[in-house]
């Protein structure tokens, strides 16, 4: 497509230097999350920390939940975005990689603001009680249509819904050996939803926004 930009690694690193940088304290649970291997890939990237923190301020949000938390840093983004006495309900089910986020929601100030569920979030979800403002999905991907259907009843009407990675790194479209059906009939699924306008961004490996109508 014509005026599209591919975002390398040095321009992402001149957008968020440019927009909301990291601070000391994101910039060292990343480098924490680094020093774990291979299992940093699933890390929120930079920008996409940035536009949630900026999203949830945009819409007042007040009560949020989070489904895949890893080491805690878009909870960390999500929490700054919220109010002094704003909620956000973190589902995952890793006791060993949250704990390293709960260090650093500590030292940021908003652990107060962060209620830290583990176990598995299908259940977890089915669980949660009361209205919500904003949820962020990144947790395993063959999951997203149940957290979808669970999610969309609890989110106030102009509420969001974010889903992360559903472009698939570009796979959702030609032929792959690992072809992304998961995300595929994900799409598929909301798209024809009549009570969401859906949006899909190209930051990071596919960002989907979700208004409930
Ligand atoms: C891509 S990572 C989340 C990254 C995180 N949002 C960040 O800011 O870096 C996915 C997380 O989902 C969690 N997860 C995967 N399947 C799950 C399930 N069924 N229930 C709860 N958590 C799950 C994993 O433990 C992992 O921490």
Same mark, same amino acid.
């Given at each position: 497509?014509? !005026?599209?930009?591919?975002?390398?690694?040095? $321009?992402?690193?001149?957008? +968020?230097?440019?927009?909301?940088?990291?601070?000391?304290?994101?910039?060292?649970?990343?480098?924490?999350?680094?020093?774990?291997?291979?299992?940093?890939?699933? $890390?929120?990237?930079? @920008?996409?920390?940035?536009?949630?923190?900026?999203?949830?301020?945009? %819409?007042?949000?007040?009560?949020? +939940?989070?489904?895949?938390?890893?080491?805690?840093?878009?909870?960390?983004?999500?929490?700054?975005?919220?109010? @002094?006495?704003?909620?956000?309900i973190?589902l995952?089910?890793?006791?060993?990689?949250?704990?390293?986020?709960?260090?650093?929601?500590?030292?940021?100030?908003?652990?107060?603001?962060?209620?830290?569920r583990?176990g598995?979030?299908h259940e977890s979800a089915a669980k949660l009680e009361?209205?919500?403002?904003?949820?962020?999905?990144?947790?395993?991907?063959?999951?997203?249509?149940?957290?979808?259907?669970q999610?969309?009843?609890?989110?106030?009407?102009?509420?969001? $819904?974010?889903?992360? !990675?559903?472009?698939?790194?570009?796979?959702?479209?030609?032929?792959?050996?690992?072809?992304?059906? @998961?995300?595929?009939?994900? !799409?598929?699924?909301?798209?024809? @939803?009549?009570? +969401?306008?859906?949006?899909?961004?190209? %930051?990071?490996?596919? $960002?989907?926004?979700?208004?409930?109508?």
């Amino acid at each position: 497509m014509g !005026n599209q930009v591919l975002v390398t690694d040095e $321009l992402h690193e001149y957008m +968020v230097a440019h927009g909301m940088p990291l601070d000391e304290i994101a910039r060292e649970l990343v480098e924490e999350t680094h020093k774990l291997g291979g299992v940093s890939v699933m $890390l929120t990237t930079a @920008d996409q920390a940035a536009l949630l923190t900026t999203l949830t301020r945009l %819409i007042a949000a007040r009560r949020a +939940v989070e489904i895949g938390t890893f080491t805690g840093f878009s909870a960390l983004a999500i929490s700054r975005g919220l109010p @002094d006495d704003g909620e956000l309900i973190c589902l995952d089910v890793s006791d060993e990689w949250t704990s390293i986020g709960r260090r650093y929601w500590e030292r940021a100030g908003v652990a107060d603001k962060i209620d830290l569920r583990i176990g598995d979030a299908h259940e977890s979800a089915a669980k949660l009680e009361g209205e919500f403002d904003l949820a962020f999905v990144d947790a395993e991907k063959p999951g997203y249509i149940d957290y979808f259907e669970q999610l969309v009843p609890r989110i106030r009407t102009n509420g969001l $819904l974010l889903f992360d !990675n559903t472009l698939a790194g570009g796979r959702v479209v030609g032929q792959h050996e690992q072809d992304p059906v @998961d995300r595929k009939e994900f !799409n598929a699924h909301i798209a024809r @939803d009549e009570r +969401v306008d859906v949006v899909i961004l190209g %930051i990071g490996d596919g $960002l989907t926004l979700v208004r409930k109508r």
